[in-house]
């Protein structure tokens, strides 16, 4: 395949919420391109997008792909986002290597979940984006309704740049605003046509409005409609390109990605207005460690981003890169700024799905992907020695549900682990650890589907079962009460016996919070030789609790007594002494349990702050304080980290996906008395 140059490139992301059409889409778009002779369905399960046998199974995207076409002598690179809320990382990576994005919506009237996470992302970030609303062939579709949805939402952004033509409640056609030139869908194509009588007057309103907008997005444009009262076509088209880079604009279409119906008219908008990757805006990063803003530029000396890493047991790992200056070719050595280490480039890629195609060079503003990379994972920059460049992490979300996770079969417990080391390297938003406070093993990720995903990936990929369950949280006892006990030990077996007397006080206030052990022994009631046998009795001791085994805080031991024999006393025996008094001291102290209090920082749209602060106030949570941001409520709470293990899922349930949180450790509380006695009863049970 020929090279193309940044200037006849389109970097493009398909997002959007789930099931909305984007694998479809991405599909159509390669069968219209024909880099694909024949047009898969998802449901057909043969889609180029779609191919892990996971996506197969449930019918939905769960991993970021990537394929390429041609349309006018441009080359589209075209990134499949998957729309489930568990893999926003996905999302992420995406939108590092893209300039410009595809909101696929369904013509559903209204402006799904999905839909809103895109558009706000993209208005933040200042991402050319065009909504293409989908399923316009569909029974219960609703093109206007859902074109009415987004602007009653967005307001004068939304730009309709092609007027529908309606026939029997559905969308077959229509007028392109800029051109006035009229088409009807046909299978796999368009017929132009004649205006509509009844739709002239319509189209020649929305072309004012366009001319407007296009007028507003550049000092030019706007001083030569004042001066004439209109614009060019061209002129239009430079004002909507203007408006999608800042913003100000977001054009919308219809069509029916499994009917190949507008899809034509897409990818003319696609060559037409969106950026190509020397008009994408600067990317922050660091050179010989200043910042620095970084724009495409193939006179520099080569560097790129890993943007995604397939990891495959058998084909090895795939790096996905975006090339932002110079030129990557097959046979270089390459700095790896994130890691230090030096890589040689075998072989580069351009991808279509699974399958891969060979190249020689990757130009800047282009796509593509590189194997047998040992140190480079996602997220790393490469570039030339010469050129000390370093771009910024990809921002990933923060883990937000934590299960615990082991091997099926007793003796996979490598194998499991091993293999989720290895879907660590394509999956940065999980982690699997040891949870020092209860010895479990965890793994902490989005949510239940993509733990449930990884599981299964382990199966398919790496031959072994994983099994996930609740984690246990790690509580802890202490004692409210001050209580004094004596410890005897004594053991005589015929000879050398064991003796060891020890009078030990207990009461809540360790120096350190954990455990302080004092010596007030007069007289030499315990010889000095024994007493670091009490301490050591001790700090075995308070391993366990005497209410349900949970290590004991906060506890200060005072040894002011006790008996020895001159021939039977043993460290041993002072050992044994200090665990019985503990043992009889703490009951009479007013142990409880204490439980572990995190807080949380919780977004979510007005309409549902009701909904979140009384189900807070059933979770035994204390609410901090409100405030608005972005648009969004900000909520602070405070709770117990019992009652919101499952969340992440809830508070999707609870929003529609429209909320988020993030969570950190804060102190731990006594627990009520109430549900004190739950945590007994369980851990008496295990």
């Known amino acids: 395949m020929a090279n193309f140059k940044a200037e006849k490139i389109r970097n493009i992301a398909l997002i959007g919420h789930g099931g909305e059409g984007k694998t479809s889409l991405a599909e159509a778009l390669l069968f219209n391109g024909k880099t694909i002779d024949r047009l898969g369905k998802v449901t057909d399960k043969n889609t180029v ?58 013509a559903s009237g209204d402006v ?113 409609f004042f001066d004439e009262g209109t614009l060019t076509n061209d002129e239009v088209l430079i004002g909507v390109k203007k408006g999608l880079a800042s913003g100000d604009l977001i054009p919308v279409m219809g069509g029916s990605a499994t009917q190949n119906m507008g899809v034509i008219n897409l990818l003319n908008e696609i060559v037409a207005l969106l950026p190509s990757p020397l008009e994408r805006r600067p990317l922050h990063a660091t050179i010989d460690g200043k910042d620095a803003e970084i724009s495409c530029d193939e006179s520099k000396p080569f560097s790129a981003q890993v ?39 075998n072989s580069l ?72 080391n290895r879907l660590a390297e394509e999956d940065l938003t999980f982690k699997v650890e040891k949870d020092k406070e209860t010895g479990e ?61 020890v009078n030990i006080r207990f009461e809540p206030g360790a120096s350190d919070g954990v455990f302080e052990f004092c010596d007030e022994v007069v007289g030499g009631a315990v010889p000095k030789q024994f007493i670091p046998a009490v301490e050591k009795g001790l700090r075995e001791a308070i391993q366990k609790g005497v209410l349900a085994g949970y290590p004991m805080v906060n506890l200060k031991a005072t040894l002011f007594d006790g008996k020895y024999h001159p021939v039977d006393s043993k460290e041993v025996a002072f050992v044994s002494a200090a665990k019985l008094a503990y043992e009889e001291a703490i ?6 349990i204490l439980e572990p209090v995190y807080s949380f920082t919780i977004l979510v749209p007005d309409n549902y702050t009701g909904d979140i602060l009384g189900d807070m106030n059933k979770r035994r949570g204390r609410i901090l304080g409100m405030e608005s941001v972005e648009g969004l409520n900000k909520i602070s709470a405070e709770a117990p980290l019992i009652e919101m293990l499952k969340y992440a899922t809830d508070l999707r349930s609870m929003t529609q996906g429209r909320g988020k949180y993030e969570a950190e ?19 008496k049970k295990d």
């Open 441 to 501: 093993t965890v793994i902490r990720g989005q949510g239940e589907t993509q733990l449930d995903v990884l599981c299964k990936k382990l199966k398919a990929k790496f031959g072994c079962e994983a099994v996930l369950s609740d984690p246990k949280v790690a509580f802890r006892e202490t004692i409210t009460a001050k209580a004094e006990a004596e410890g005897k030990h004594k053991k005589q077996t015929g000879g050398a016996g064991q003796y060891g007397v």
């Open 112 to 224: 799904s979940v999905g839909a809103e996470k895109g558009v706000s992302y993209c208005l933040k970030h200042r991402v050319p984006l065009i909504v293409f609303v989908n399923g316009i062939d569909k029974e219960n579709a609703d093109f206007i309704a859902t074109v009415d949805a987004f602007r009653a939402k967005y307001g004068k952004k939304i730009a309709t740049l092609h007027s529908p033509i309606i026939v029997g409640g559905k969308m077959k056609g229509y007028v392109s605003v800029i051109s006035g030139k009229a088409f009807e869908f046909t299978a796999g194509g368009r017929n132009e046509i004649p205006v509509p009588e009844d739709m002239k007057e319509t189209v020649a309103s929305l072309k004012e409005k366009l001319i407007e907008s296009a007028a507003e997005s550049d000092e030019d444009l706007l001083n030569k």
């Open 307 to 345: 943007f995604k890493t397939v990891a495959d047991p058998f084909v090895g790992k795939l790096n996905m890169v975006r090339v932002f200056t110079g030129v990557l070719k097959s046979g270089m050595t390459v700095i790896n700024r994130t890691t230090g280490e030096r890589e040689r480039i």
């Open 49 to 106: 997008m779609d191919y892990d046998p996971e996506e197969t199974a449930r019918g939905i995207s769960i991993s970021l792909s990537g394929a390429y076409t041609v349309w006018q002598d441009v080359k589209i690179n075209v990134l499949d986002v998957p729309g489930f809320y568990d893999f926003e990382g996905e999302f992420e990576e995406a939108m590092r290597a893209v300039a410009s994005a595809i909101l696929v919506a369904g």
């Open 587 to 592: 009951k009479n102290a007013k142990p409880v």
């Open 665 to 683: 450790f804060l102190r731990y509380e006594e627990v009520p008395f109430s549900a004190q006695e739950k945590i007994i009863a369980d851990a």
């Open 349 to 420: 890629y351009l991808l279509k799905g699974k399958k891969q195609e060979p190249v020689t060079e990757l130009y800047a503003g282009d796509i593509g992907a590189v194997n047998k990379l040992t140190a480079t994972n996602t997220g790393d920059t490469l570039s030339a020695e010469e050129f000390d460049i370093k771009f910024d992490d990809i921002p990933f979300p923060k883990p937000v549900l934590t299960m615990a996770i082991s091997a099926a079969k007793s003796g996979d417990e490598d194998k499991v682990f091993q293999g989720l």
